[in-house]
């Protein structure tokens, strides 16, 4: 057993630190690593826990590309080449000798290059250790050595391969001590806690977050059974967020039945079930909206003060679901405004330059940060939420295109006109939001004063990226108070541990 695993979190800052040291040049423009002591990185963990996701967020950050292959869907040729006749000349005799085609995973990789014009990246592979026996011996020397037949892949590539532990999938193959003593392994254990923060920032049905703050225990969970496994992954949990709030906005009944074909653990999707229709309950019983907007609905309060905690644990998921979409919304609403605000400025320095129309330059800008998005999203490091905000600015070029004036002095303040507008509506959103959260404070503190349930609605605040990002841009009065309480009991909790180490 492997006493250092890591959660996803702290595996995904372990792979993005050896990307920085492996891609680090020295005087000479020389890799410090040389590249063959690079060894490739083996993630070795159960499914579903976000090994895929975590390389998709690190080409992104670290503004590299990134080609991605499920190697069970590779044959020997796809990975190999295919074998092709070529003459040789040795010792004055002409010989037929075999050669491979480029591989196609290889290929792939040069062609990300040319796409992108990006001459570094991870080449990540999936469920390395689930290959046919056929391809085994060809995995096992690409790992070994960097090639596919007789192709290596470039300079400045790193190797990521991911891997399920036996006790997940009855394909796999373990590696001998020969391969493994070339990698750099990192086991990674499946970890509620690392999970939620991402959950929170990513808008997971607060149904899901609550229920699993109640029952940890079936956030993953395998058991072996007559005809084959029940189990419960981290992305079942998140699939089926998706599909409950799909559901929910068409006003379509979510069955057990339904729950089952995500969570596909039968005691766990009943339990999941009937906690839903209990939130739904909840839902309708306390008005979240209307303290949010500052109206406090009649008997809401003492109902709450007096609820068992299951049912006030839900009701601050309600308050973190409401509050955490208003984060989000100002957010990629902010990240818009920074990309139009961008193109904007290019705009009118093209103005100034150029002989051209107004409307030529404007088109040609929203066609630039087409080009970008799709570039990025060609590297692989376009999310989901950078996309749209890429989306909104392209959509306020293209209308601002349609009834653009003909002189550019003219065009350049009309459409700068509009812009305002959109500032002006995005300051209104974020005031919205910070009095939202405000009245959230102002009525929880009512009910719960003194509290472990403030604690935890203050805690799980900060562990929204987007709410933490809110607060740092627009403030929060509130906020600050209570997180600046929150911290000095910590502090005070950690001297006494120490105290009370010292003393024994």
């Not at 496994?229 to 998140?238: H, N, P, Y």
């Not at 339904?258 to 229709?277: K, R, V």
Request: proline share 3%; glycine share 6%.
């Amino acid at each position: 057993m492997n006493p250092y695993k890591m959660t996803i979190r702290e595996a995904k800052k372990e792979v993005a630190d050896t990307l920085r040291i492996y891609l680090k040049k020295n005087r000479l423009s020389q890799y410090e690593i040389p590249v063959e002591k690079q060894r490739p990185v083996l993630l070795m963990g159960p499914p579903g826990i976000g090994k895929t996701a975590i390389m998709e967020q690190i080409a992104a950050e670290e503004n590299v590309a990134l080609v991605s292959y499920t190697i069970t869907h590779h044959t020997r040729q796809s990975a190999v080449g295919l074998p092709v006749i070529r003459e040789r000349t040795y010792g004055g005799k002409t010989f037929s000798v075999t050669e491979y085609t480029m591989s196609e995973i290889i290929a792939s990789i040069y062609e990300k290059m040319e796409e992108t014009g990006l001459s570094e990246g991870i080449l990540f592979l999936d469920e390395i250790n689930c290959v046919s026996e056929t391809l085994a011996p060809t995995m096992l020397q690409f790992l070994q050595y960097k090639t596919f037949g007789s192709h290596r892949i470039p300079d400045g590539w790193i190797i990521v391969a991911a891997g399920n532990p036996p006790e997940y999938n009855k394909s796999v193959r373990n590696f001998d001590i020969v391969t493994l003593d070339r990698l750099k392994r990192i086991d990674v254990a499946e970890d509620f806690h690392a999970w939620k923060e991402y959950a929170s920032e990513h808008g997971v049905h607060p149904a899901v977050l609550s229920y699993l703050d109640i029952k940890k225990e079936n956030f993953y969970n395998v058991e072996a059974v007559m005809d084959g496994e029940d189990f419960v992954t981290a992305r079942g949990w998140e699939d089926l967020s998706r599909f409950i709030l799909a559901c929910e906005s068409e006003e379509l009944p979510v069955t057990t039945a339904t729950i089952h074909q995500y969570l596909q653990h039968g005691e766990i999707a009943g339990d999941f079930a009937n906690y839903y229709e209990l939130f739904r309950k909840y839902r309708r019983t306390y008005d979240v909206a209307a303290v949010l907007e500052g109206r406090e609905p009649e008997d809401m309060l003492p109902r709450l003060a007096a609820a068992p905690f299951d049912e006030t644990l839900s009701v601050l998921r309600l308050f973190l679901g409401q509050l955490g979409g208003m984060f989000a919304q100002t957010r990629q609403t902010d990240g818009m405004l920074t990309v139009l605000f961008e193109a904007l400025q290019h705009w009118r320095g093209q103005l100034a330059s150029s002989g051209r129309t107004a409307a030529e330059l404007l088109r040609e800008e929203r066609d630039r940060i087409a080009a970008q998005r799709r570039a990025m999203r060609t590297a692989g490091q376009l999310s989901k939420d950078r996309e749209e905000q890429f989306l909104g600015a392209e959509k306020f070029l293209g209308e601002s295109l349609e009834d653009l004036a003909a002189e550019s002095e003219t065009a350049f303040v009309q459409v700068k006109e509009r812009f305002e507008q959109e500032t002006a509506a995005y300051e209104s959103m974020a005031d919205s939001t910070r009095s939202a959260l405000t009245n959230a404070f102002l009525f929880l503190e009512k009910a719960f004063a003194g509290r472990q349930e403030m604690v935890l609605f203050v805690t799980e605040l900060t562990l929204n990226g987007n709410g933490t990002w809110f607060v740092a841009e627009h403030g929060c009065d509130k906020f600050y108070e209570y997180n600046r309480e929150l911290l000095l009991d910590e502090r005070k909790k950690e001297l006494q541990e120490r105290i009370h180490r010292a003393l024994t």
